[in-house]
């Protein structure tokens, strides 16, 4: 941890002048509490900046410690159907959201992550279901990036030679004019930044300028 903290440290300039800093980030953290915790709070000493990347999938327990040390909270929804959530990830929606309103309860800053999956969590149903359940949320997000699938797992299985085991290789990426309907109900939602791709003005299929007019609020 030593090194890690020395390697993180030693960028601290770069850090005041971009308004960056450290995200951890795996799998989960939050699978490794007390290294998360002990690490967060020996980056917050040297005055960086912390972001944690999780599925909030813990105990709420594991997650409060955290709280005076983490800056921003990017937390996962990767459906809001509970029975599909459990069929397909193996584990149960509940405790997520629970946690997920409690951090906005304590005031945390927090940046929900949409990957939208076609035929998992592209339909109708489902982007009404993100609208409906996060808009209720809205002026206490930090912002909500909308992640559409792309295919550039292809070409790393491809050289790996195991594109034969590639799962979504027959799933096409998904056009930006497909996400409309989700990133326009958003907008109306009032959450203060929305972004596609995590890039401000970039779409799935290339559609630069409708996308920059659309999404920078």
């Not at 409690?102 to 927090?110: D, E, Q, R």
Request: charged share 25%; net charge neutral; proline share 6%.
């Amino acid at each position: 941890m030593d090194a890690i903290i020395k390697e993180a440290a030693a960028d601290l300039p770069f850090f005041k002048n971009s308004g960056g800093g450290v995200t951890l980030s795996g799998g989960d953290p939050l699978l490794f509490p007390e290294f998360t915790l002990e690490i967060t709070k020996r980056l917050k000493a040297e005055k960086i900046h912390v972001g944690l990347e999780t599925s909030c999938f813990q105990k709420w327990e594991k997650i409060e410690p955290l709280l005076p040390y983490v800056d921003l909270f990017l937390v996962d929804i990767k459906s809001l159907n509970p029975q599909k959530h459990k069929d397909v990830l193996g584990w149960q929606l509940k405790p997520i959201l629970q946690n997920i309103e409690t951090l906005i309860k304590s005031n945390a800053n927090i940046r929900i992550h949409l990957p939208i999956i076609p035929g998992f969590n592209n339909s109708t149903e489902d982007f009404e279901a993100y609208v409906s359940y996060l808009g209720k949320f809205a002026k206490n997000l930090t912002g909500i990036d909308v992640l559409p699938y792309h295919v550039y797992g292809e070409a790393k299985y491809s050289a790996l030679n195991s594109y034969d085991t590639y799962k979504f290789k027959d799933i096409g990426q998904i056009p930006g004019k497909d996400l409309w309907p989700l990133i326009n109900s958003l907008k109306k939602t009032g959450v203060p930044n929305l972004t596609v791709g995590g890039l401000v003005g970039i779409g799935g299929d290339g559609h630069k300028k409708s996308f920059k007019k659309e999404v920078v609020l």
